[in-house]
């Protein structure tokens, strides 16, 4: 089976231009995930779905950081516009519930973003 | 606040050596901790979990963790490190429904020596 998809691997803007990260979660899962690696921050929990509704996102800079979850494969977060502090590994996460007691949340091999 | 401590940046231990990586958390209620890891340009895959009972939890790949309510620590083992071992691992505690929350630490990074 596929696990969480993620494109592009790669990007490198410029600053001020608008950048669009993508996530295909594994199919049958409910709950997605956005977070971000920087080396001096960790990773941090920007925002996540269940069922395409957001459920959290008090992690996520509001002014220029948006998320969308438009169906239950695909979503999207748009950096608009971005800035060098926004260069990082923005990952993708998925799982589902269902009568368990915790998500185990599997994880996508992440976008790498290079803000000049 | 919750919050998780991993005292160790980079760890260097030699194949086959036996291995332990130090984990601390703060958290007010029951936790439930993770331990992740992270190989290059890979994400991260779960090693193993802990939410309730046997305080010693076997995980993937051959890893315990122990779980000690009165030290907040939740360190992970293993009695033989392999070369492939090498990676980076990241503790985590979970909060909210489902733990959905996961709040990480800083990470360790392991360096195994031939």
């Known amino acids: 089976d596929a696990g969480v998809i993620q494109s592009p691997r790669h990007e490198v803007t410029e600053m001020g231009q608008e950048v669009t990260l993508r996530c295909k979660p594994i199919s049958g899962h409910d709950y997605l995930f956005w977070y971000r690696q920087t080396m001096m921050q960790g990773l941090e929990l920007l925002v996540y779905?269940?069922?395409?509704?957001?459920?959290?996102d008090s992690g996520m800079p509001k002014d220029r950081f948006s998320a969308k979850m438009p169906n239950a494969s695909f979503s999207t977060l748009k950096i608009q516009p971005s800035e060098p502090r926004d260069s990082a590994v923005y990952f993708c996460a998925s799982s589902f519930l269902r009568g368990r007691t915790y998500n185990e949340q599997f994880f996508g091999p992440g976008t790498r973003l290079t803000v000049l | 606040a919750q919050s998780v401590t991993q005292p160790d940046i980079h760890i260097t231990v030699s194949e086959g050596a036996s291995l332990e990586l130090r984990c601390n958390y703060s958290y007010g209620a029951t936790p439930y901790l993770f331990w992740y890891v992270q190989s290059p340009g890979q994400g991260l895959q779960l090693l193993l979990k802990?939410?309730?009972?046997?305080?010693l939890v076997q995980g993937i790949k051959g890893f315990e963790a122990e779980f000690k309510r009165s030290q907040s620590s939740f360190n992970l083992r293993k009695p033989s490190v392999h070369w492939s071992d090498a990676a980076e691992y990241f503790c985590a505690v979970g909060v909210g429904t489902g733990a959905n929350n996961l709040f990480f630490g800083t990470g360790t990074r392991l360096t195994v020596i031939p």
């Open positions: 779905f269940n069922n395409k509704a957001v459920m959290d």
């Open positions: 802990y939410f309730s009972g046997d305080t």
